[in-house]
């Protein structure tokens, strides 16, 4: 069945980086564009970035802009996400998901479990 | 802070209709792009409840409705049962912003 399991969260300082993956399986992942969406804690859901299937056309929200990258090895079927520059604010769990899109019509389908990330010193 | 916005929580008692809104503006769903609800659980990822406004995936209850008009959408749950306590956001795409926009979220509790 289609499965999307995030890893690499963890406790960082301010100002220190960290990489998050996505492993996917039961899908052609190349086929897919895919995105981030994160939620702090006892927060909503606040969109991050997206990529889509062949690498091309990432767009990112204005909070993340300039310190965080998203990217594909659709060899390995696993998706990132770089995030440079923690802030205190960027704390929350990370969801990966899949997209399905119609021009900006986009639905997000399914979601990963989520990896926890706090920024703390 | 969110462009969609809900109310923060709802709550009916069993066999009851509560229904959730998610108002929002001409740049996004007044602008005509689709709305989709999610569920989500505690400590789970959100599931897909209905997309495309008005639409249910397979394996989604038909005690799930969604509906739109104008600037706002609502999603309708009829025949409350406890299973369906979760928190349910609504979400779409904002042209000035160019960005995928969530609601609020609401918290559905069943008495």
């Known amino acids: 069945q289609v499965q999307l399991v995030e890893s690499g969260g963890g406790v960082v300082q301010p100002g220190r980086s960290l990489r998050l993956s996505c492993a996917v399986s039961?899908?052609?992942?190349?086929?897919?564009?895919m995105h981030w969406v994160r939620q702090a804690p006892g927060k909503g859901l606040e969109w991050v970035a997206v990529?889509?299937?062949?690498?091309?056309?990432?767009k990112y929200a204005d909070s993340v802009k300039g310190r965080f990258t998203i990217s594909r090895d659709n060899s390995k079927n696993t998706l990132y996400l770089q995030m440079n520059s923690l802030r205190g604010e960027d704390t929350a769990v990370y969801f990966c998901?899949?997209?399905?899109?119609?021009?900006?019509?986009?639905?997000?389908?399914?979601w990963g479990q989520g990896t926890q990330v706090t920024v703390s010193s | 802070q969110s462009v969609l916005t809900q109310p923060p929580s709802v709550s009916g008692a069993p066999g009851q209709r509560v229904t959730i809104s998610c108002t929002g503006s001409?740049?996004?769903?007044?602008?005509?792009?689709?709305v989709h609800w999610y569920q989500q659980l505690p400590g789970r990822g959100p599931r897909l409840l209905i997309y495309?406004?008005?639409n249910r995936p397979s394996g989604v209850p038909d005690r799930f409705s969604g509906s739109k008009s104008g600037t706002s959408a609502s999603l309708a749950i009829t025949g409350l049962q406890a299973e369906d306590e979760a928190d349910y956001y609504c979400?779409?795409?904002?042209?000035?912003?160019?960005?995928?926009?969530f609601g609020t979220g609401t918290k559905v509790t069943v008495l």
């Open positions: 998901a899949r997209e399905h899109r119609f021009q900006e019509n986009v639905k997000f389908d399914p």
């Open positions: 039961g899908f052609i992942f190349s086929n897919y564009g």
């Open positions: 990529i889509g299937n062949d690498g091309s056309n990432e």
């Open positions: 001409t740049s996004n769903i007044g602008a005509g792009f689709d």
């Open positions: 495309g406004n008005t």
């Open positions: 979400q779409s795409y904002d042209s000035s912003l160019s960005a995928y926009v």
